[in-house]
């Protein structure tokens, strides 16, 4: 089973090479595609059950053991995080090879989007903190690409944007580096978490403000996530989707694997994620209420979402942390599919305007039902998957005595509710009222079959994540176990 | 030596971090590589000091840390290529400006003027600024350029 752990990476690089040599080939390059997202996904599934049942797993890339060489680690985490990734990149390619546009006309495009999902697998199965930052560029570099690809005007300005913030987060990361390697002359994670603890606390306490600085511009944590709402919503909505979905995830799931396996109960910054926590709460939701464009709305509203899984994480207890991480496994799903939703609504209406658009609950009711599930499900909703994860979140705050915090979730949710039946209403409820809006084209003539039946999966998907809620709390919680506790994951690594 | 190393680090991020908060694409760059050069700077100061890490050159206890140096060598080349890209980037905005500045997001400027749902101004003016790639500054154009 351990020679399972790096197919996730091998062979999405295997498949970004193949499908540069066939670029003539679009239907071969699809092929690949999504051949290799499946064979991942199928992995993934089986890591998860095999890491579920005998404890983590972890291999030595090169031969070397474990300080010095590249360490590749599959606890519950990190399994869990690879199926439900795995899973959106598969549906997000085929949505997005039914949409006219990026992937029709780019031959690039299956390539990158092939090495952004080796990057992102390489980032949550990393056990060291250098090969960690390595992943983290290898899917920002493939991201920076799939963002501007086409390079109209709006894009490049917001992908200057982009990029510049991930170099500085980048440099920032590599400061970080430099300095805990300094002070304990390993970059392995397994080790760092035994060799930090003869470091003085208040050093301790740097490098943890440092890491959550470091990963939160990746996360769009409050103050640091002000490039997200403005460059996420250019992208074409695969793209937006696939981002929305998974790769500030990366940077919140890089968050909790460095706060729970590095630093204990006294070092931690619990307070002060408390407090960033739901600052990135209010702020984002207040942000979504302001916006037009669902697209931005949407994106406001990632920002919203870190806020829960943080308030989740910074009680540093297992219900918190298996809520945040149950909470994850839900917003992933559930914001993939509202992008995709928000696609086909710029596919049929031709514009992603709540002021040009309307009147599509006649047009097309099919579109109305794929976003309103999404839609309820975010803003928490009974029975949906978004209940059930609130309902955990603020169960464990009201355990570890957190009121304020709790209220303030309450409150965002109510928030969140009222921008969602604002795109509601825009789109779906009220008549056009623009007669002489853009046209939307021939695109209204096409069946863009690819782009819906992804999107009704994932709803479906979701759905199916309120039905077995109480198996995935206790996955959540066996995996939160594990990140708090840490003795499995030592041994795994250094046997 | 570590000292002089630090002193560096810490003027090449002083540097660095003037020059990212520019309103010119082409300082942000050039901030954005001093900052990574810092960055370096850094990571190779992290490891021991010595000799050249050669096998048979000597006893192993004397050698400087060959780990930091390989930090440094990969962490040198991601920033070689993502500077690449973003000079790419930044000539692609100058040809379809025709300036080198940063701008301001269309949807932010119409929320921060307006904050009714409804801009068609701002809509008009994007669909503006789509349509017309010339030089010239129209008057609408205009913002206040950064110091500098």
Redesign the interface.
């Known amino acids: 089973m351990t020679a399972l752990v790096p197919v996730p990476i091998i062979l999405p690089l295997l498949g970004a090479a193949v499908s540069i040599l066939v670029g003539r080939s679009r239907t071969a390059q699809r092929a690949i595609g999504i051949t290799i997202l499946t064979a991942v996904t199928v992995v993934s599934i089986a890591l998860l059950v095999a890491v579920d049942r005998d404890g983590p797993l972890a291999t030595q890339a090169g031969g070397w053991a474990a300080p010095l060489g590249i360490t590749l680690v599959a606890d519950r985490l990190t399994t869990i995080m690879l199926t439900i990734g795995s899973v959106m990149l598969l549906s997000v390619l085929v949505y997005a090879i039914g949409q006219p546009g990026a992937e029709r006309n780019h031959v690039g495009f299956q390539s990158v989007y092939l090495i952004l999902a080796a990057g992102v697998a390489a980032s949550f199965l990393t056990g060291d903190l250098f090969n960690l930052f390595v992943s983290f560029e290898v899917m920002l570099t493939a991201s920076y690409v799939l963002l501007t690809i086409g390079g109209g005007r709006e894009q490049v300005r917001s992908g200057m944007t982009y990029v510049v913030i991930s170099l500085l987060a980048s440099a920032l990361f590599i400061a970080a580096l430099a300095l805990i390697y300094a002070a304990t002359g390993t970059v392995n994670m397994a080790d760092l978490s035994a060799k930090m603890n003869e470091l003085p606390s208040g050093l301790r306490s740097g490098f943890a403000v440092l890491l959550v600085v470091v990963f939160g511009i990746k996360a769009g944590l409050f103050p640091l996530f002000f490039w997200l709402p403005d460059s996420y919503p250019t992208a074409p909505s695969a793209v937006t989707a696939v981002f929305a979905g998974l790769l500030t995830k990366v940077g919140v799931y890089a968050i909790i694997r460095t706060q729970t396996l590095f630093f204990d109960d006294t070092t931690r910054p619990a307070t002060l994620l408390l407090v960033i926590a739901a600052a990135t709460m209010l702020i984002g939701v207040l942000g979504a209420i302001a916006q037009d464009d669902v697209k931005r709305i949407l994106s406001f509203h990632i920002v919203s979402q870190i806020g829960y899984m943080v308030f989740g994480l910074a009680l540093f207890t297992v219900a918190g942390v298996a809520a945040a991480i149950f909470y994850i496994v839900h917003h992933i799903i559930v914001k993939t599919t509202l992008f995709l939703a928000g696609g086909l609504i710029e596919h049929v209406g031709g514009s992603s305007r709540l002021s040009r658009l309307g009147g599509m609950i006649t047009t097309a009711p099919a579109i109305a039902v794929v976003f309103i599930v999404p839609a309820l499900s975010l803003a928490g909703i009974p029975p949906l998957s978004g209940f059930v994860t609130k309902f955990a979140i603020i169960d464990a705050g009201l355990v570890a005595d957190e009121y304020i915090l709790v209220g303030i979730s309450l409150l965002v949710s109510l928030l969140t509710l009222f921008s969602m039946m604002k795109i509601w209403s825009g789109v779906f409820w009220n008549p056009k009222t623009d007669p002489v809006a853009i046209e939307a084209g021939d695109t209204a003539h096409s069946r863009p079959v690819l782009m819906v039946v992804p999107t009704v999966v994932l709803v479906i998907l979701s759905l199916a994540v309120a039905v077995a809620a109480g198996p995935l709390v206790e996955l959540s919680e066996r995996a939160a176990g594990d990140l708090l506790d840490r003795r499995a994951y030592l041994e795994a690594v250094l046997p | 030596m570590t000292t002089l190393l630090a002193l560096t680090a810490a003027l090449l ?1 002083g540097i ?1 971090t003037y020059l ?1 908060l520019q309103h010119t ?1 082409s300082r ?1 760059l050039i901030g ?1 590589a001093f ?2 050069h ?3 700077v ?2 190779m ?3 021991r000091r010595g000799r050249p890490p050669l096998i048979g050159s000597g006893s192993p206890d004397l050698f400087a840390d060959p ?2 140096q390989a ?1 440094a060598l ?2 040198i080349v ?2 070689f ?3 690449g ?2 000079l790419a ?2 000539y ?2 100058w040809i ?2 025709g300036r080198d500045e ?2 301001d ?4 400027r ?2 921060a003027r307006g ?1 009714q ?4 101004v701002a ?1 008009e003016e994007a669909w503006h ?2 349509a017309t790639i010339d030089r010239d500054r129209t008057p609408q154009d205009t913002q206040p350029a950064g110091p500098g």
């Open positions: 991020f660095g990212v694409l942000i954005l900052l990574s810092g960055a370096n850094l990571l100061g992290s490891g780990l930091a930090f990969t962490a991601i920033t290529g993502v500077s890209l973003l980037l930044s692609r905005s379809l400006t940063v701008e997001d269309v949807a932010d119409a929320i904050g749902p409804d801009k068609e809509d600024h789509d």
